[in-house]
């Protein structure tokens, strides 16, 4: 059964970092496309990073370049997402989101809320 948790959500101040994991389980985090989602009540859910299977190519989205960090641990079948320098606009529900060759759906975790505030 292919599960996705996510974990690590929370409240901090402006400036503070977070760092959200996303435990899999069904499947390798390494052969499948992995992404981060974000949303706020009344947008889109927005995607914010994601990495490649194999050789974990990473990109994302400008507002979070050069502070939002994903990466995975393959022996864990976890995939991260270091944030640092978080703004009052990085608040959200953060998804992950999984894309396997193997499926003809997408894998979703419930959510963990992030609320940065001072």
């Known amino acids: 059964q292919v599960q996705l948790v996510e974990s690590g959500g929370g409240l901090v101040q402006p400036g503070e970092s977070l760092r959200l994991s996303c435990a899999a389980s069904?499947?390798?985090?390494?052969?499948?496309?992995m992404r981060w989602y974000r949303q706020v009540p009344g947008k889109e859910r927005e995607l914010v990073a994601y990495i490649s299977p194999g050789l974990g190519f990473t990109s994302y989205i400008d507002s979070v370049k050069g502070r939002f960090t994903i990466s995975r641990d393959n022996a864990k079948n976890i995939v991260y997402l270091q944030m640092n320098s978080l703004k009052p606009e990085d608040t959200a529900v953060y998804y992950c989101n999984a894309r396997r060759a193997s499926s003809s759906t997408d894998a979703w975790g419930q959510g963990t809320q992030v609320t940065v505030s001072s």
């Open positions: 069904g499947f390798t985090v390494s052969g499948a496309l």
